[in-house]
Structures are given as C-alpha cells and as structure tokens.
C-alpha cells in the first residue's frame, strides 16, 4: 500500500510541479504527517525531491528529472482499456489519437498485461447513448472541443427553446460534457457560468482572444450544480392525482427520475381496490397531459382543473375513434 502511494506521490510532483504538503495528503487521502514521512522516504532511495521554503513554497523535484517507472497492476490496465470510449472521442476528433495510443499501450505493456486489455474489450462495451433516440447531429463538436483545449474564445449563433429562437454569443468555452448521449458546452458568458446543447449550435467561430478561465472553476461540480437546478427547477407546477398500484409501479419505467421519485414519495396507502392518491410534479399543463397519458386508464386527474378539462376532452375525442362495438 505504501509502494503504491510513493509512486503515486512522485508522479503527482512530476505531472503538477511543486505541490505543498496539504495539496499531496489532500491528493493522497492522508494526513499531512504522513506526506512528510513518504517525502522523507523518497529522499532516502534517491529521488531528487526538494522542499521550498516560504508563503510560496512546497515540495518539488530537482528541474529535468523524470521518473522512467513503467510498472502497471492488471486492475490498471484494464481501467484504462475501459475507459476508452470509441463513439465520443471519434465526435471530439480524437478516434485516430485514441487508437494509436491503445497500440502503443499494448505494444509497451507486458504480454500478460496487454492481454488483460483485450479481454476487457471482447467483454465490456460502453454505448453512451440512450434508448429510442438517433445521435445528436454536432458538426461544430470538434472546433468546440479545440477552443475548450487551447483556451480560445467562440462566436457562436445558437438556436434556444424561447423568442428569439436564434441568438449570437460571444462565448468563453470551460469545458464539454457527454450526458446520454448528448453534448453539452459548458461556457462563461457576462460573468455567468451556462450550459448550452451543442446540437443546437448553428454556426461557429473560434477567436484568437484567451479565455477568462476562473481559477475555482470545477467542470465536474459545476456541471452537478447545473443538472440539480434543471431537476428542481423544470417541475414548476403539481398534478394531483388518483392511480393504480399498478401505475405507481410502472412510473419509474416510463417517467423521468424526477416526477417518479416525488410521485411515490408522496403516495399514501391504497384503497381496498387498490387505487391511491399522490401528487406528481410537472413541467406545464401540456407536458403533465403527454406524461399522465402513458398511464392509460390507470390514472384519473383530479386537479388542476385545466389538466383534468384536457384529459376530458382526449377521452371523449378517443370514445369516439373506438366506439363500443355491439355485443362486446
């Protein structure tokens, strides 16, 4: 275990420069003495480790040392066979770059190892897309995916959900994120971190102006934050309902997380046919109308009144498509 975090402590000073004692235990998931101890340790089999004195100082390696330390455990290996995600990285541009360097990979890795990754590959396929949906169009991927990298600004011309459909921004692209399938752009725009659909991007122009990146910024908290506000934040009105148990069973199936959890949270017992009141979260009158419908004779709306009119109006206006047939 100890072996393992020296190396891992070296290749941290290597990769990041002079790093202080509380940014290596925080790194390592030690305590600080602790990372005095390994320090002392790697300075006693020879490594050229230095300490830095002063507010802005730290712990770093003699200037062109490189540690040639080309061990990997089998669970190492197969991490990175896995992690390697054809159908993303062939959209940012990288299908060739990722291929050359599973070869090289393979071709420097022991013949046991090497046969670690292709097992992996002939037993574990990630497909990042969701169900019943056809890939995104995003021909502007790539040039994103460059800007994200080098730090270059973007004009981009957008098309969003509400009026004005078509808007042109002038954008500083933090980073990209594949969410089922889909591309997002994370990107500071007046100040404001945003997200933008990468799909909807209608025309794109990288700038030779530097990205105000902020010092703090986390694309993977930031993208947390964004998708807890969407959920809690889409739902801005509330269908109450009587349902089947049946129906409170099949929500999790055919509705998002969102609307299920909160709509079994907030059932109460079934009655002795087996219905039960609760309360589901939507979006509008229109989406609650689409969403109930998939429940069928299952569910009946009891409020709002407005949603109630409309599925009395579709079960009138479906009575009269399938009329009861005689004798049946």
Known sequence: MRASRLVSLLLLLQSRGRMTAPELAAELEVSVRTVYRDVEALGASGVPVYADRGPAGGYRLLDGYRTRLTGMTPAEVEALFLAGVPGPAAELGLGSLLSAAELKLQAALPSELADRGGRIRQRFHLDAPTWFREPEPTPHLAALAGAVWSDRRVRMRYRRWRAPREVTRTLDPLGLVLKAGRWYLVAAVDGQVRTYRVGAVLDLSVLDEPVDRPDDFDLARSWQEHAD????????????????????????????????????????????DGWLLTTVPIESIKHGHIELLKLGAEVEVLAPAELRDRFTGTAHRLAALYPAQPGR
């Open 229 to 272: 506000r969407y959920e809690q934040g889409v739902y801005r009105a509330e269908a109450r309902v009587r349902m089947t148990v049946a129906a409170l069973e099949l929500m999790p199936y055919v509705f998002p997380p969102a609307m299920s959890r909160a709509a079994r949270a907030a059932a109460g017992e079934p009655d002795a």
